[in-house]
């Protein structure tokens, strides 16, 4: 089965780093483009940032170019995502997620970032 | 605000047609094709349709998408209970060079 699970999540002070990882099982890693998508409590999905299968490209959104960067390790099938600077307003879900270009398929379960002092 | 526009809520009975819009621009889907996905309480988000109108196997074909212009739609007919979820569109922006996502609809089966 194609699986993705994601980690690092947690509790982190305004200005603060924090890093996701996601952990791929079940498909050829390293042929797919990863990307991460984020959910804050209570509203709906916004695209974060995408790589291509052999880092050569990597996409972010506005709202986190600067502060976030998305890398991959495709010897160890993982997806990472490296947030600085970090806001309230990043307080989120963070999904992995398989992207077929455009469509994402599959999710992983999601980890929590909660930015608050 | 989010760049693709979906009513928030739609409901229907048991048994019934339902239809969820997606409205976008000539730079989103109005250029590129639309997947939809479906949330289920407390879950991640799973793939629905993609290309417009492509069922990944296991969706049933109670439900369809279709696109026309600037604008996308999701139908689910025979509604049952456990479509109860947020449905959410998704393409791609010329403009913003990135995914895009509608606000996503609450489907409610009353």
């Known amino acids: 089965d194609v699986q993705l699970v994601e980690s690092g999540g947690g509790l982190v002070e305004p200005g603060g780093s924090l890093r996701l990882s996601c952990a791929a099982s079940g498909f050829i890693f390293r042929s797919h483009t990863m990307s991460w998508v984020r959910q804050a409590p209570g509203k709906g999905l916004e695209w974060v940032s995408s790589i291509t299968s052999s880092s050569s490209s990597t996409y972010h959104a506005d709202s986190v170019r600067g502060r976030f960067t998305i890398f991959r390790d495709n010897a160890k099938k993982s997806l990472y995502l490296h947030m600085n600077s970090l806001r309230a307003e990043d307080t989120a879900v963070y999904y992995c997620?398989?992207?077929?270009?455009?469509?994402?398929?599959?999710w992983g379960q999601g980890t929590l970032v909660i930015v608050s002092s | 605000q989010s760049v693709l526009t979906q009513p928030p809520s739609a409901s229907g009975t048991p048994g019934q047609r339902v239809t969820i819009s997606c409205s976008g621009s000539?730079?989103?889907?109005?250029?590129?094709?639309v997947n939809w996905y479906q949330q289920l309480p407390g879950t991640a988000p799973k793939l629905l349709f993609y290309?417009?109108?492509q069922r990944p196997s296991g969706v049933p074909d109670r439900f369809s998408g279709s696109k026309s212009g600037t604008s996308a739609s999701l139908a689910i007919s025979g509604l049952q209970s456990e479509d109860e979820a947020d449905y959410y569109c998704?393409?791609?922006?010329?403009?913003?060079?990135?995914?895009?996502f509608g606000g996503g609809t609450k489907l409610t089966v009353l």
């Open positions: 998704a393409t791609w922006d010329d403009s913003l060079n990135g995914v895009v």
């Open positions: 000539s730079s989103n889907i109005g250029n590129n094709t």
């Open positions: 290309s417009n109108n």
């Open positions: 997620a398989r992207d077929l270009l455009p469509w994402f398929d599959p």
